[in-house]
C-alpha cells in the first residue's frame, strides 16, 4: 500500500515512482511526468488517497486529479464501475478517468478521478464549532443529503446491476449478498451472537419492493461542497437495493451522530440530531415522488438492522487497536441496541 513520509504531507519516492508507472503504462505515454508531485489526502478508512497533476498529460488527464488505491482489488474495480455509470447517469460525482489493477506495485486497485475542490459540510469543524454551527447545519445538512439521495435513486438500476453481475465480482452487489457476506464473516471469527444476528435478517427480509442503486453510507463526509454544487464520493457500500439501504443509514447518522463530544455535549445535541434525521425524512419525502415505498417503514427497520450489523462484523475483525476517530467506536452500543430490540418501524 502507499507510503506517507511522517510528518511532511508527501509521499515516499517509491510510491510516486509506482504511480507514475501505472499512468505511464495505462496511458501510452513512456515521458509522462508530474507537473505537481502527489500529496496524501484524507477521506476515510479503506483506501489510500493521492492528490496530483501530470505535466502535458493527454486531454482528459489535464486537470487536477485524485488516485484512489483500494487494497482489495475486487472492491476497487466495483467501486470504479459504479462510480463511472452513475456519473454518467448525472449523478454529481467526480469523473473516473483511469481504473487500474496494480496489486504488485502500489498494492491495489488504483482509480483515477477528477479531484473536486471543496470541502465536506463538516470540515475543520470542532465539537464546539459544530455546536456553535447547529443551526445552519441542521437546515443545511439533511436537505443538502435528501437532495443527494433522491437524484441517486431516481436512476434506473438497470444497466449497472448487468455490468456488476458481467464482471463475476465477489463484492455483495445486493442488501441481501451483504447481509449474507457479514453472516459469514462473523462465522469465520467465532461470533455466533452476530451469525445468529445476520440469520435472524436473513430470515426476515421483506418481500419484493423497489430497486435503486443506493450509496449505503451517505453521510456528511462522503459529501463535498464544491463550485459547481454538492458531489457525493466513496461507492465502496453501493448496492442495487431498496432505497432504505441508504435512507436508513442516513437517519442512523444524523440521528447519533458519531462525533466525540463531552457526555453534557452529547446529551444536548440529542434532540437536535433527532430533529435533522426527522428533517432528512421529511424533505426527501417532499422531493421523491416515489418516497412512501421509500421510505416503507419494514424496509427501514430491516435495513438499519444490517447497518447495525455491518457495524459490529466490522469491529469484529479489527487486529489490534481500533482506527483512531473511527465513527464504529460511537454507533457501536447504538447498532447493539438495534440489533436486541425487536423487530418493528422505530428509529
Request: aromatic residues 4%; glycine residues 10%; charged residues 20%.
Amino acid at each position: 500500500m502507499l507510503s506517507v513520509v511522517a510528518g511532511s504531507g508527501t509521499t515516499d519516492a517509491d510510491t510516486n515512482r509506482l504511480l507514475l508507472g501505472v499512468l505511464r503504462r495505462s496511458t501510452g505515454r513512456a515521458d509522462l511526468a508530474f507537473g505537481d508531485p502527489p500529496r496524501p489526502i484524507s477521506g476515510g478508512f479503506d483506501a489510500g488517497l493521492l492528490r496530483f497533476r501530470l505535466d502535458s498529460p493527454p486531454p482528459d488527464l489535464d486537470r487536477e486529479l485524485v488516485a484512489r488505491i483500494v487494497a482489495r482489488s475486487p472492491l476497487g474495480r466495483f467501486e470504479a464501475e459504479v462510480q463511472r455509470r452513475v456519473a454518467d447517469a448525472g449523478v454529481p460525482t467526480p469523473a473516473v478517468r483511469l481504473a487500474v489493477d496494480d496489486p504488485d506495485g502500489l498494492g491495489g486497485f488504483v482509480i483515477v478521478m477528477d479531484h473536486v475542490p471543496g470541502r465536506p459540510p463538516l470540515a475543520g469543524l470542532g465539537p464546539a464549532a459544530v455546536l456553535g454551527n447547529l443551526p445552519r447545519l441542521t437546515r443545511q445538512l439533511p436537505d443538502q443529503l435528501a437532495s443527494v439521495a433522491g437524484r441517486l435513486h431516481a436512476v434506473d438500476p438497470a444497466p449497472v446491476e448487468r455490468a456488476l453481475r458481467s464482471e463475476g465480482t465477489d463484492v455483495p452487489i445486493t442488501a441481501v449478498e451483504l447481509a449474507e457476506h457479514l453472516s459469514a464473516a462473523a462465522e469465520d471469527r467465532g461470533r455466533e451472537d452476530l451469525v445468529g444476528a445476520g440469520g435472524d435478517l436473513l430470515r426476515h427480509r421483506p418481500d419484493g419492493g423497489t430497486k435503486a442503486i443506493t450509496h449505503g453510507d451517505l453521510h456528511p463526509f462522503n459529501l463535498i461542497d464544491g463550485p459547481d454544487g454538492t458531489v457525493l464520493i466513496d461507492w465502496t457500500l453501493a448496492a442495487i437495493a431498496h432505497p432504505a439501504f441508504t435512507l436508513a443509514f442516513t437517519q442512523l447518522v444524523l440521528a447519533h451522530p458519531p462525533i466525540a463530544l463531552p457526555a453534557p455535549a452529547r446529551t444536548a445535541l440529542g434532540p437536535i440530531a433527532r430533529a435533522m434525521a426527522r428533517r432528512f425524512t421529511t424533505t426527501y419525502r417532499t422531493l421523491c415522488p416515489d418516497a412512501d415505498d421509500h421510505l416503507d417503514p419494514t424496509q427501514l427497520d430491516w435495513h438499519r438492522r444490517l447497518h447495525a450489523l455491518r457495524v459490529l462484523v466490522e469491529m469484529s475483525g479489527w487486529d489490534g487497536d481500533a482506527p483512531a476517530g473511527h465513527p464504529w467506536l460511537i454507533l457501536a452500543p447504538i447498532a447493539r441496541q438495534i440489533l436486541d430490540r425487536p423487530r418493528g418501524p422505530s428509529s
